[in-house]
């Protein structure tokens, strides 16, 4: 089909010129266009289909970029880019030097707030349009927010702060009852009993936080929408929309399997069927490593709980949901609450395995130190994602942990090798800690392809790291599956002999005896991993040479003190110096 409108759309200027009965087959040239970069290039699907009548609207209605919108969390936000200036180059999207799969300040200045991470547009919003306020200019502010993620804590503590201003201030909920997974808790059973007409408006909880309350509308219904945008802007104060639309709209198999068109792969275009890529005798993913471990884990243990924030999916705590439900907690995108509803398990006795992507695990830091590390309740934090994850970009590279988590007292942080080295540590931290651990381990797939759910465990000793290789002048110090690559580059090199290589699994308790004995060994130490190395475990190795008077040589290899943008994880393993080739060419410059 031919593209005759969205083909002349390079901002929205040119949308404000159609005439309104023209913008429903906008809308239909909008959806066959994000589909078909999608199918081919990968991405977010459901979510930017599901509002492309908003898209339209809020642009046909608003004066944008002077008018302020912010999308939170910016899967749906495709069509607002294709809109905005980027439709030629929206197939680089989250590409390497392409576009970012979500807005981003720096690429667009229709892109008004940085996001990735959800519950963040109300506040922010807010706080453009207080400052527009001290400085006297006349804006119109909109934040666009879903059901999963106005349940969060900060969407609360926005409208709750929103409701006592007089701030030009609209609050679209953008309610298709999913995030990733099903949306969860009292919140989405509220609003199901509004959209079904079943709770009175005098009940109406927006309202009674001192909101204009409209809706339920069809956020499919562009004229409607279009009309009650417009009645919108003459109306001061605080504001809410609260539209229903369906997630994937526009393709079928996308609106019947919601979950799975979220972020489907390759898919064909015409049909919208998913292209099967074989697994027969791949590795497993580590997540599924982990789900299966704790569902065998929790058979012969009545007292392991499974937590996750809205990540039943993506952690593979589903499998535990399916055997053990009265066990298993889907608490919604609440990463505050998931740590601290472990906290207060743990002193009960239980074993809590607290699922969280290590980049949303950032968001719960406070709780973590306060209610977890300083009374020492031994919750065991698996952290999926841990790394570089690719081409979701900064947003959502899990770099930081070892950093933030290796400076608080009580801590234990371990990073499997791989997914035996997984299964055995979430074995052992199964049998009663301590202390709090921290496991970290990566998005994909492991290296053993004849893995099955577990059986047969390993007792991990605590604090012991691991000789993988012998050597003569050179000791490479690895943590996590990072060691892959050392152990790749080593089978290349000329002279192999000249270079140890050790995994420390743990990075906190570190192996202080077998450190002494490297020190003593070796005048060149080189630590590596897919951490920041500010703060990460290079810093440790340092730490601990400076203490005890050592004059190693000891050069850090990993993430870099800036943002690494998006790409595949093997392109910013490059960029980086952390990939087969770059710690190649590291070893001959010090040769």
């Known amino acids: 089909m031919s593209k005759k ?10 949308l404000r010129t159609l005439e309104r009965s023209q913008l429903p087959q906008l809308a239909k040239e909008l959806r066959e266009f994000i589909i078909d970069i999608v199918a081919v290039k990968e991405g977010h699907l459901g979510a930017s289909l599901g509002v492309v009548e908003l898209t339209i609207a809020l642009h046909y209605v608003f004066d944008t970029p002077n008018d302020l919108l912010v999308w939170d969390v910016g899967h749906q936000a495709y069509g607002h880019k294709i809109l905005t200036g980027r439709r030629t180059k ?5 590409q390497l030097g392409g576009l970012s799969g979500f807005p981003k300040r720096s690429e667009s200045n229709y892109d008004t707030f940085g996001v990735g991470h959800s ?47 007089d701030a030009d201030l609209l609050v679209i909920l953008n309610d298709n009852a999913i995030g990733i997974d099903p949306s969860v ?8 009993a509004v959209k079904e007409g079943k709770n009175p408006k005098q009940n109406n909880m927006i309202k009674s936080l001192n909101f204009n309350y409209t809706g339920p509308l069809d956020g499919h219904d562009l004229e409607g929408l279009i009309k009650e945008l417009v009645r919108l802007k003459k109306v001061k104060g605080p504001k809410f929309l609260h539209i229903i639309t369906t997630k994937g709209k526009g393709l079928q198999q996308a609106e019947d399997d919601q979950v799975k068109y979220h972020a489907p792969g390759k898919f064909d275009a015409s049909t919208g069927e998913l292209i099967k890529q074989t697994t027969d005798n791949l590795p497993p993913k580590f997540q599924d490593v982990f789900g299966l471990t704790l569902v065998e884990l929790a058979k012969s243990n009545p007292k392991i709980i499974g937590i996750t924030p809205a990540m039943l999916s993506g952690s593979s705590m589903k499998f535990m949901m399916e055997a053990f ?11 505050q609450h998931a740590v601290t509803l472990s906290a207060g398990m743990a002193t009960q006795g239980m074993v809590v395995f607290c699922n969280i992507y290590s980049t949303f695990f950032q968001r719960a830091y406070d709780q973590f130190i306060h209610d977890v590390a300083l009374q ?17 970009g900064a947003t959502h590279h899990g770099v930081f942990d070892i950093a933030f988590l290796r400076c608080v007292p009580n801590i234990m942080i371990y990073a499997p090798r791989d997914e035996i080295d997984l299964q055995n540590i979430l074995y052992t931290a199964s049998l009663g800690l301590k202390h709090p651990i921290a496991i970290r381990y990566p998005r994909g797939r492991g290296k053993n392809n004849n893995w099955q759910s577990p059986a047969l465990f390993q007792k991990i000793e605590i604090g012991k790291a691991q000789k993988l290789k012998k050597g003569k002048k050179v000791a490479i110090l690895s943590t996590g599956t990072i060691a892959d690559n050392i152990i790749a580059v080593l089978q290349e090199l000329e002279d192999p002999d000249r270079y140890a290589h050790y995994h420390f699994g743990f990075i906190k308790p570190l192996d202080e005896k077998k450190l002494h004995k490297i020190c003593d060994k070796f005048p060149i130490i080189i630590t ?10 290079g810093s440790a190795i340092l730490e601990f040479s400076a203490k005890n008077d050592y004059i190693n040589e000891i050069y850090l290899c990993g993430v870099p003190d800036h943002f690494i943008e998006h790409g595949s994880i093997h392109e910013l393993q490059q960029l980086c110096n952390i990939d087969v080739d770059g710690l190649k060419t590291l070893l001959s410059d010090l040769d």
């Open 119 to 165: 519950s963040t547009s109300i506040s922010a919003a807010l706080g453009m349009a207080l400052a527009s306020q001290l400085k006297g200019e006349n804006k119109h502010h909109i934040a666009v927010i879903g059901d999963a993620s106005i349940a969060s804590g900060m969407a609360f503590e926005g409208l709750n702060h929103a409701g006592v201003t």
């Open 90 to 94: 929206f197939d680089t999207n989250r």
């Open 376 to 392: 020492n309740l031994p919750v065991i934090f698996c952290l999926d994602r841990a790394g570089l994850v690719g081409e979701d």
């Open 5 to 14: 409108l969205l083909q002349h759309i390079n901002n929205p200027a040119d």
């Open 528 to 537: 590596v991993e897919d951490g920041v190395t500010v703060g990460g475990f």
């Open 185 to 192: 808790g009292a919140l989405k059973n509220y609003l199901t």
């Open 325 to 335: 439900p009265e066990r298993t907690f889907d608490v919604g995108i609440a990463e």
